[in-house]
T-cell receptor, first 113, second 113 residues
Framework: GAVVSQHPSRVICKSGTSVKIECRSLDFQATTMFWYRQFPKQSLMLMATSNEGSKATYEQGVEKDKFLINHASLTLSTLTVTSAHPEDSSFYIC?????????FGEGSRLTVL | GQQLNQSPQSMFIQEGEDVSMNCTSSSIFNTWLWYKQDPGEGPVLLIALYKAGELTSNGRLTAQFGITRKDSFLNISASIPSDVGIYFCAGAPFTSGTYKYIFGTGTRLKVLA
């Protein structure tokens, strides 16, 4: 069964609004989670590493003020896309590590109008 | 961000044929993972490899961790229509006590019945 759950699966918003995506680990505690972004017909690009109880670590070129990550508990990490614009439309996928293996959530399709 | 070279980019095969794809990297990796992604969903882990030279099977799937630690391949035997999807490799050097996986460019597989 699934070990990582993500919500919402789809969201459509107006330009300038903020959108929050939740990622939960099911039946295990995840001190570290990873957020990936995937454009159509492309690979997965790591955006940031979410660390429980501390600041997220962002990959080069990812704006930390645009993509706010909060990892307030051992089972929940959230990604907030602030002041979203059409170019932020993408497929966002979270993941967590179990015994060195990376398991993904279902993904969240964001469409910014 | 960094990506692994994965080939072929896409392939059309007849049902029942065997399929082979591979990934190469300029860096040494400690772990290789292979995923399958269906449209609109998160990637699903197929096989994990941890040791150079390791050969691991999962049903009709077989994957190997290259001796140089810079490559890996995935074979699918006797393909069936439900094998359609995008296959990604992912590799990770183990640094700072966590795994930051880098993904391949993907192989899009289409199976003709």
């Amino acid at each position: 069964g699934a070990v990582v759950s993500q919500h919402p699966s789809r969201v459509i918003c107006k330009s300038g609004t903020s959108v929050k995506i939740e990622c939960r680990s099911l039946d295990f505690q995840a001190t570290t989670m990873f957020w990936y972004r995937q454009f159509p017909k492309q690979s997965l690009m790591l955006m940031a590493t979410s660390n429980e109880g501390s600041k997220a670590t962002y990959e080069q070129g990812v704006e930390k003020d645009k993509f706010l990550i909060n990892h307030a508990s051992l089972t929940l990490s959230t990604l907030t896309v602030t002041s979203a614009h059409p170019e932020d439309s993408s497929f966002y996928i979270c993941s967590a590590i179990i015994n060195g293996e990376l398991f993904f959530g279902e993904g969240s399709r964001l469409t910014v109008l | 961000g960094q990506q692994l070279n994965q080939s072929p980019q896409s392939m059309f095969i007849q049902e029942g044929e065997d399929v082979s794809m591979n990934c190469t990297s300029s860096s040494i990796f400690n772990t290789w993972l292979w995923y399958k992604q269906d449209p609109g969903e998160g990637p699903v882990l197929l096989i994990a490899l941890y040791k150079a030279g390791e050969l691991t099977s999962n049903g009709r799937l077989t994957a190997q961790f290259g001796i140089t630690r810079k490559d890996s391949f995935l074979n699918i035997s006797a393909s069936i229509p439900s094998d359609v999807g995008i296959y990604f490799c992912a590799g990770a050097p183990f640094t700072s006590g966590t795994y930051k996986y880098i993904f391949g460019t993907g192989t899009r597989l289409k199976v003709l019945a």
